[in-house]
């Protein structure tokens, strides 16, 4: 601050800087990983992430698609 009392702009930015550095929902990456999360324990044990069950059924459907998709289109040919 000045003698006036004004404060700055770069003053004000690292204000801001600190007071959102921790906050999970403004970053991306903590926030994806929150929502993929499991809704009853997020974290194990050992302090992994755990994924949510909904996540882990709707990735094995797309990837048993994909090979559905892969064997009729590349591979069915004889």
């Not at 006036?4 to 770069?10: D, L």
């Not at 997020?42 to 094995?60: A, F, R």
């Amino acid at each position: 601050m000045d003698a006036k009392g004004y404060v700055s702009a770069e003053e004000v930015r690292t204000a801001l800087q600190s007071i959102f550095h921790d906050d999970p929902e403004s970053n991306l990456q903590k926030a994806l990983l929150r929502s993929f999360a499991d809704g009853l324990r997020p974290v194990d044990d050992k302090g992994k992430w755990k994924p949510s069950p909904l996540l882990i059924l709707v990735s094995l459907l797309v990837c048993a698609l994909l090979g559905v998709f892969l064997y009729f289109s590349v591979g069915g040919h004889r």
